[in-house]
């Protein structure tokens, strides 16, 4: 997948060209190519996500991004700032808040966002750490030390820290992961009013409900490459109107696949974890031929699911494999057909 | 404000809150102190020569400063930032990355003052007395304090190079042979001739005879100060030089 990287670094937010990094093998191990040859190009003012597995190589690429990690090959900036020439400068430019919520223990809450902001040299450290913590609703637990804070509370103060300084763009590493859904919206809400006010934001997540709701644009990583890029619509109208999964038993994928070639309106199918997953025109006028010519076949499909293009279909006409379940998070692991508002689902037993 | 300042600020906060951390580091010396006179008070009466008039207690007492602040409280500050990946935030904002290191030894200062007083505080209170006067009461606490903000260095070290929580903990043993293989006990000439050898080139011997010397002479003997003065800043450099080296190579 290639991005536009031909031009100035200074009209982007960010801007990479075939970013590498490799981790040395140890004791006569291979090495590994944690992220390999990325290249991204993201505006100024826009809410860039970055969607993929755990171990695709998202924080990787956002902490070379940050100055916290060395690039092995390829270059970088942020906001025109080159990140291994300049990570000094790039630094007072960016603001992250990184997937574990590093924060003091000994500490509470309106010290911690003081110190930030004294960190960063703004101008009334104690005054801004007030705005913020009002911000992010933490008024009533600012003054307790952060050992007594919640998760999600957690979450929205290292948000709060990672904006003392109003940067010009703002790194999120997962930044919802492990919440429960009314945090999640908590902080989406949060990174909206942030973007409106003019921050950048890239954020990174496995969570493909967040991908489509907060981003504008994004990436599928997986196994350290980008694999598709573009607006969650744009890359879902790519796939064709609707999707039917086949539930199969493990031997009948073949024979159901060419069983399916002359099924009407079928754009391609995919190798599904549970079977195959068709593209097709009309779903639900599909079903009736596409039993009939399973059960000529003799195969009789566990389910039939009809549903509309979720950004996990992306994921899986993409990789060959569907992002949830990767990491056996529950949560997730639920499929996206049945927290996508937009998709309509419908469970054939066949 | 200075970044310096601010991390040192916040390294400082975290000694009054957290006194289990520095509890032990002064109850086990104390013990020992107590414990030993108990031992040896009678087989070494003030009238034993290298007592110079005093009592035992006034003999062990620098070996209960030197102990007391030779910790790695700082170590272990450094890496739980490290593990719950605060250090990151740290390395992110755009300050001097020396003051990471810097903002823990000024926590090491406030540290080594207060155990230093109040092991000072427990030796009088067992009989011993400087004898060297005010004077050598402030040089005790500034030598001991210093070594204390040295030794801290290790620590520190330790914890950026390996970033392991359970390495830095054991990286305390260290002070074991440093602290125990020196004229703790008994003088140099009173030492085997083995133990004698190894006693005169761990340089923590030095640090312990130089405050010796300002509790039981009259006079100071600022030859032996300047020797430990100049270990003092030799480890501090040493072990501050490699930890900055540390923090300039940490890739988490």
């Known amino acids: 997948m290639t991005a536009d990287v031909g031009s100035a670094a200074g009209d982007h937010a960010i801007l990479a060209r075939g970013l590498v990094k490799s981790y040395k093998g140890k004791r006569g191990q291979p090495g590994k190519d944690a992220v390999r040859g990325i290249d991204l190009a993201i505006d100024h003012g826009e809410v860039f996500g970055f969607l993929g597995p755990n171990g695709a190589g998202k924080t990787t690429t956002v902490r070379m991004l940050c100055t916290l990690l060395p690039i092995t090959d390829g270059e970088a900036f942020v906001d025109g700032v080159d990140v291994r020439k300049h990570p000094a400068e790039v630094r007072k430019r960016l603001g992250v808040a990184l997937q574990e919520a590093g924060l003091d223990m000994f500490q509470t809450g309106r010290e911690l966002l003081t110190l930030q902001a004294g960190l960063h040299r703004v101008p009334n450290p104690a005054a801004r750490a007030a705005q913020l913590i009002e911000l992010v609703g933490l008024t009533d637990a600012a003054d307790r030390s952060l050992k007594g804070y919640s998760g999600g509370m957690k979450r929205r103060l290292d948000l709060a820290t990672a904006l003392v300084h109003e940067p010009r763009v703002l790194f999120l590493d997962e930044p919802t992961t492990g919440l429960d859904p009314a945090s999640r919206q908590t902080v989406w809400e949060e990174v909206r009013r942030i973007n409106a006010n003019g921050t950048t934001v890239f954020l990174t997540t496995q969570y493909l409900e967040e991908a489509d709701a907060l981003c504008e644009r994004l990436a599928i990583i997986d196994d350290g490459e980008l694999v598709r890029e573009g607006t969650p619509e744009g890359l879902k109208a790519a796939l064709g109107a609707d999707v039917v999964t086949i539930g199969l038993e493990p031997g009948e994928r073949d024979r159901a696949r060419d069983a399916l070639g002359s099924l009407d309106g079928l754009d391609h199918s995919a190798d599904d974890d549970e079977g195959l997953a068709l593209y097709v025109a009309d779903g639900a006028g599909s079903i009736a031929e596409i039993v009939r010519l399973l059960a000529g076949a003799e195969i009789s499909p566990g389910t039939v699911q009809v549903s509309r293009p979720s950004l996990d279909d992306v994921f899986l006409d993409a990789t060959g494999h569907r992002i949830e379940g990767v990491d056996g998070h529950g949560a997730e692991a639920d499929g996206d057909a049945e927290s996508d508002p937009s998709a309509t689902t419908v469970e054939v037993n066949a | ?252």
């Open chain 2, 1 to 252: 404000m200075n970044e310096t300042f601010l991390l040192a600020r916040r390294a400082i906060r975290e000694v009054w809150r957290l006194p289990a951390a520095t509890i032990p580091a002064l109850a086990i010396p104390i013990f020992f102190f107590v414990v030993n006179l108990g031992q040896v008070t009678k087989t070494f009466p003030k009238s034993t020569p290298f007592l110079h008039g005093q009592s035992y207690a006034a003999f062990g007492l620098p070996v209960s400063l030197v102990f007391a602040v030779t910790t790695v409280t700082s170590g272990v500050a450094m890496v739980t930032d490290i593990d719950v990946g605060y250090i990151d935030k740290l390395r992110a904002a755009p300050i001097r990355r020396t003051a990471i290191v810097w903002g823990r030894l000024a926590a090491d200062v406030v540290r080594g003052i207060l155990i230093s007083v109040i092991v000072l505080l427990v030796g009088i209170a067992f009989g011993a007395r400087v004898s060297s006067g005010t004077a050598g009461v402030v040089l005790l606490l500034i030598l001991s304090t210093a070594w204390g903000v040295a030794y801290a260095g290790i620590g520190i070290w330790i914890a950026l190079a390996t970033k392991n929580v359970q390495v830095t903990n054991a990286s305390f043993l260290i002070f074991f042979p440093l602290l125990f293989l020196t004229p703790n006990f008994v003088p140099f000439d009173r030492l085997a001739p083995a133990m004698r050898a190894v006693a005169h080139v761990n340089p923590v011997s030095y640090i312990i005879t130089g405050e010796r010397g300002l509790i039981l002479d009259h006079t100071i003997d600022w030859g032996s100060i300047g020797v430990a003065a100049g270990i003092i800043v030799a480890f501090g450099s040493l072990l501050t030089a490699l930890s900055i080296r540390a923090l300039n190579r940490f890739a988490g």
